[in-house]
């Protein structure tokens, strides 16, 4: 349902999204006011702590500690937000989890763990309304009321994340916060932190100082897609130092959200071998010339497959697993062009040494490597479809980015799988087919497109689904210079994405989109609060449009189709998954 009952039996809309899985309206309402106290139960302190630092400061109310007639002291005079970890709730909606239920007394918030508390308290945010998205009062003696509710709740997936691009350009660490608690706001608890590419390498490796002194900036930028005759002639760049992510880090796991860090290899190298030319295949070509590159596209300038270089990364990587917790841990894999291990003596008598039937199972070899040695240390390798190609390594994850394809494979051969294919879920994808759209990039994709992206391929059976861990949408950002380009690709779309990353919706030609969009009028009045530049439904504003950048728009429909088939037009067991679609990772 997507209204509740206010105190004088008003009918309104809250809007919710993502959509709970069950949400019963009831008469009445909860006012909050100076005397409501904040009744936290074991597990649920820093959930207590975030709604007084969010809604405490958007309403002024204190929200101070308190206990109720719970079996612990008298009620209180101004009602009570009672705070909960229930087994029973854990038992019946997983750890994540929530009930809440909301009356004229208070409201009751019961998490199957602490992170089902915390998306309880998201939820309970949006009952507020918009106002409580603000960072503080609006007008002296505002009410504040919850509307009686009983709400019963928990995601569809593990694995519910965005993918953002810091390595095109860069975005300050106040900026990567600023996106965790839009991601929190969401109830996604996944950034995947793509931090080095051959555009840039933005983290910290004190061992190896260089990848960040000479590595973190290039001299110029394309502006618009690489076929534009543009420059923008600054440098730029970036990184984060080690206390820098350390913080990221943290602040991420005070919203139960894990980061999971991308060190790109072997291809996406070109800004580390700038800094450490014995890196590149330096029997090919003069890799003391490089630079981090200052355009876009599929570069041809890969790492060589010596020991120097997997010594090298075990060295970073040393480093990413003291400042990432996480279990995962993505290094690229993708597109890798093999020019330079056919053209190099050294290549070729490496596959000869490691016998190998070619470059393909090089790569294949490359990524085992890191297979292992992360496997060693108690940690999972994820990456880009193409470690497919050569091999599956034993313990790795894919992400399924080029459609459903790999995403199918990888399932059907007993791996986990991640669901981001670029024909619904890449947000630097246009928005709709209008001349205002700027830098126009790929395949119309709207705000219905991916409210109807399906994550799970009904090719798979019940057991192969299984290994469908989730879905994220993907955030490249060549043609995102700000936080502005950003906030206007990213929403409302991921609002819509949210929704099918965690509720339970039916498939997608039987999904209400009348109803979504009804509720994102409410979600729009959150996004205003929370100074979120989105797009308007209406179209761009002027100073969102980018007139005389050069964009690659994609015309049509081409669909998705099950490995074997994908250049098989109409081919049996093809699959649109419910949007357009495209095979390009990269603007090119």
């Not at 490597?369 to 894919?398: K, N, Q």
Request: hydrophobic fraction near 35%.
């Amino acid at each position: 349902m997507d209204d509740a009952v206010t105190a004088d039996g008003a009918r309104t809309e809250t809007g919710l999204i993502p959509q709970p899985r069950d949400t019963r309206p009831e008469d009445g309402a909860f006012l909050l006011g100076p005397e409501t106290v904040l009744d936290a139960g074991p597990g649920t302190e820093a959930t207590a702590a975030w709604l007084r630092g969010t809604v405490g400061a958007a309403t002024g109310l204190p929200l101070p500690p308190g206990t109720t007639g719970n079996g612990s002291g008298a009620d209180a005079p101004g009602g009570a937000v009672r705070l909960r970890v229930d087994p029973e709730t854990a038992d019946a909606l997983g750890p994540e989890g929530y009930r809440l239920t909301a009356d004229s007394s208070g409201v009751t918030l019961l998490g199957g763990g602490a992170a089902g508390a915390f998306w309880g308290a998201q939820t309970l945010r949006q009952l507020l309304g918009p106002d409580a998205y603000r960072r503080a009062p609006l007008r002296p003696g505002q009410r504040w009321s919850v509307p009686a509710v009983r709400i019963e709740d928990a995601p569809r997936f593990a694995w519910r994340g965005m993918m953002l691009d810091v390595a095109r350009h860069f975005l300050p660490k106040d900026g990567v916060l600023r996106y965790l608690d839009l991601l929190a706001a969401h109830k996604l608890n996944v950034l995947h932190f793509h931090l080095t590419d051959d555009q840039g390498w933005r983290i910290e490796i004190r061992r190896h100082p260089r990848l960040t002194e000479a590595g973190a900036w290039r001299e110029r930028t394309k502006l618009g897609h690489r076929a534009s005759p543009l420059w923008d002639d600054r440098p730029h760049g970036g990184h984060y130092t080690q206390d820098d992510l350390r913080e990221i880090v943290a602040y991420a796991a005070a919203r139960h959200i894990t980061v999971v860090p991308e060190i790109d290899i072997p291809g996406h190298s070109q800004a580390a071998i700038a800094a450490y030319p014995e890196l590149g295949n330096t029997d090919v070509i003069d890799t003391g010339a490089l630079k981090p590159w200052d355009t876009w596209g599929v570069n041809p300038n890969i790492l060589a497959p010596s020991d120097t270089t997997l010594r090298f990364y075990e060295e970073v990587l040393e480093e990413v697993l003291d400042l990432f917790p996480s279990r995962f841990v993505h290094i690229g894999g993708d597109e890798c062009p093999k020019d330079q291990w056919r053209a190099s003596p050294y290549a070729q008598s490496r596959i000869k040494e490691l016998g190998l039937a070619g470059e393909d199972e090089l790569q294949s070899w490359f990524i085992r490597h890191f297979d292992r040695w992360l496997a060693d240390r108690g940690r999972r390798l994820i990456g880009w479809d193409e470690i497919l190609e050569g091999g599956l390594a034993p313990g790795a994850a894919v992400s399924s980015w080029r459609g459903y394809a790999g995403g199918i494979a990888a399932a059907r051969a007993g791996h986990d799988v991640v669901m981001c294919p670029e024909q619904q879920v890449y947000l630097d994808h246009r928005q709709d087919g209008g001349a205002d759209e700027p830098v126009p990039i790929g395949y119309v994709r709207t705000l219905e497109d991916v409210y109807r992206f399906e994550p799970v391929p009904p090719q798979l059976t019940s057991d192969q689904a299984a290994h469908v861990l989730g879905t994220q949408a993907n955030v490249w950002t060549e043609v995102m210079e700000n936080q502005q380009r950003l906030d206007y690709q990213i929403f409302p779309r991921l609002a819509a994405f949210a929704e099918v990353a965690w509720s339970h919706l039916p498939p997608p030609e039987e999904r209400d989109h009348a109803g979504f969009t009804r509720r994102m009028d409410a979600h729009y009045h959150r996004l205003d609060a929370l100074g979120v530049d989105y797009r308007p439904p209406g179209g761009p504003f002027p100073w969102q449009r980018r007139p005389g950048l050069l964009g690659r728009p994609i015309e049509g429909s081409p669909q998705t189709c099950e490995p074997g088939r994908m250049r098989a037009a109409g081919a049996a067991g093809c699959w649109d998954g419910g949007s357009r679609g495209t095979h390009s990772r990269q603007p090119r």
